[in-house]
């Protein structure tokens, strides 16, 4: 049930881009994405309820695809400030709630 | 900015205590939640709560858990009998409408549980 992310880690220069992941074995009603730091809080970044959607913030934006199931983030010109561990949420019918299994991504100069 | 609080940040009990973590979600927002993360491992729902009752929760979310709004502005999680695996980073959450009509949750800090 609960969702996964690949890669597990991934790092980048300052610049490049990123794409993260996230697989349901369960038909999904909408997909969150979280960015957290060591030791903060999650920060929500945007939530996909539509098959096919993208949603931006900035440089990052994501799709979901409903009949695959996935989600995937895009990360594009990477900054410092991207480094993270990111989380896709997924929402099923029947009221469940599940956080991925989380992707390590770490910007370097 | 608005913002969700949470007290205490850190709190340190015997295994079999009962613990109550309390949070302040955004004064608006009418659905709340709480999450759990045991260190390095990934954020856990466990329960969600609209219209002073609970909408969701998860499996971990067992009779020793409760969550309450005592008043206006308060949400808690109580924690019966604390088990050592309990020990966690506990989140609290709100959202001004509920993730089904695509709003955005926000956090708090985090109050870190210890279970001795």
């Known amino acids: 049930q609960q969702p996964v992310q690949s890669p597990q880690a991934v790092i980048l220069r300052e610049g490049e881009d990123a794409v993260i992941n996230c697989s349901s074995s369960?038909?999904?009603?909408?997909v969150h994405w979280y960015r957290q730091k060591h030791g903060e809080a999650p920060v929500f970044l945007m939530i996909?309820?539509?098959?096919?959607e993208q949603k931006g913030h900035d440089k990052i934006s994501a799709s979901f695809n409903e009949k695959k199931q996935q989600s995937s983030l895009y990360l594009t010109a990477s900054q410092l400030s991207y480094s993270g561990t990111y989380f896709c949420?997924?929402?099923?019918?029947?009221?469940?709630?599940?956080f991925g299994t989380g992707t390590s991504l770490t910007v370097i100069p | 900015e608005p913002e969700v609080t949470q007290t205490p940040s850190h709190q340190v009990t015997q295994m079999g205590q009962e613990v109550i973590l309390r949070c302040v979600p955004i004064s608006n927002h009418l659905y709340f939640y709480w999450y759990r993360q045991i260190l390095g491992q990934k954020v856990e729902f466990l329960v969600s709560?609209?219209?002073?009752?609970?909408?969701?929760k998860s499996e971990i979310f067992d009779d020793q858990f409760s969550v309450e709004r005592p008043d206006g502005s308060n949400f808690t999680l109580k924690i019966r009998s604390t088990k050592l695996e309990d020990s966690a980073m506990y989140f609290c959450?709100?959202?001004?409408?509920?993730?089904?009509?695509?709003?955005?949750?926000?956090f708090g800090p985090g109050t870190r549980l210890t279970v001795l």
């Open positions: 369960k038909a999904l009603y909408s």
């Open positions: 996909l309820l539509k098959g096919g």
């Open positions: 959450a709100s959202s001004e409408r509920g993730g089904r009509r695509g709003d955005t949750q926000y």
């Open positions: 709560f609209y219209n002073n009752e609970i909408s969701e």
């Open positions: 949420g997924t929402e099923h019918t029947g009221n469940q709630f599940y």
